[in-house]
Antibody, heavy 119, light 109 residues
Framework: EVQLVESGGGLVKPGGSLRLSCAASGFTFSSYSMNWVRQAPGKGLEWVSSISSSSSYIYYADSVKGRFTISRDNAKNSLYLQMNSLRAEDTAVYYC????????????WGQGTLVTVSS | EIVMTQSPATLSVSPGERATLSCRASQSVSSNLAWYQQKPGQAPRLLIYGASTRATGIPARFSGSGSGTEFTLTISSLQSEDFAVYYCQQYNNWPPGRTFGQGTKLEIK
């Protein structure tokens, strides 16, 4: 069974930093591109960042470019999101999501972790 | 950036009836469109990709159609568990763009 479990969310002040983690199990992690998708409270979904299976290709939404860094450790079956210079508008539930092979759609999602940016 | 617009924002339908949800792209996305279902407090679930292909384990009452700029998600006979928010998402200009619609809330009439 595919499982994605996020952790690392919490309350942080504007300008602060946070590192999210996603532990994957139930599939060959090193074979899949992975993503972070976020959802502000009461709002819709926003793709944040993607990383290819071998970390060769990395992409960011314009809203986070230069502030967030995605990475992965295939030996540990883990995905990360380093978030710096956080703003109030970054407040959201952050989901880890797997790409379906050969198709950039999100076929499995974690339960999400809440990041709140507030003074 | 490709903008995805879903309509209506809220749809009220009785159980057992058919529901039709629409998604429009600001420019052609070919058939590179997916649909997701999200229930309160849960993560989204992939329903449809490639505009019309059901994801693994998705019941046959869910169907997708369309290409180019106009897409439809149809739920043929609504079950109680189908009342949720539905999002469309384009991936035609990937990389890097993947954009979602704002969602349609399907509620019980």
């Amino acid at each position: 069974e595919v499982q994605l479990v996020e952790s690392g969310g919490g309350l942080v002040k504007p300008g602060g930093s946070l590192r999210l983690s996603c532990a994957a199990s139930g599939f060959t992690f090193s074979s899949y591109s992975m993503n972070w998708v976020r959802q502000a409270p009461g709002k819709g979904l926003e793709w944040v960042s993607s990383i290819s299976s071998s970390s060769s290709y990395i992409y960011y939404a314009d809203s986070v470019k230069g502030r967030f860094t995605i990475s992965r450790d295939n030996a540990k079956n883990s995905l990360y999101l380093q978030m710096n210079s956080l703003r109030a508008e970054d407040t959201a539930v952050y989901y880890c999501a797997r790409d379906r092979q050969w198709e950039p759609v999100f076929d499995y999602w974690g339960q999400g972790t809440l990041v709140t940016v507030s003074s | 950036e490709i903008v995805m617009t879903q309509s209506p924002a809220t749809l009220s339908v009785s159980p057992g009836e058919r529901a039709t949800l629409s998604c429009r792209a600001s420019q052609s996305v070919s058939s590179n469109l997916a649909w997701y279902q999200q229930k309160p407090g849960q993560a989204p679930r992939l329903l449809i990709y490639g505009a019309s292909t059901r994801a693994t384990g998705i019941p046959a009452r869910f169907s997708g159609s369309g290409s180019g700029t106009e897409f439809t998600l149809t739920i043929s006979s609504l079950q109680s568990e189908d009342f949720a928010v539905y999002y469309c998402q384009q991936y035609n200009n990937w990389p890097p763009g993947r954009t979602f619609g704002q969602g349609t809330k399907l509620e019980i009439k």
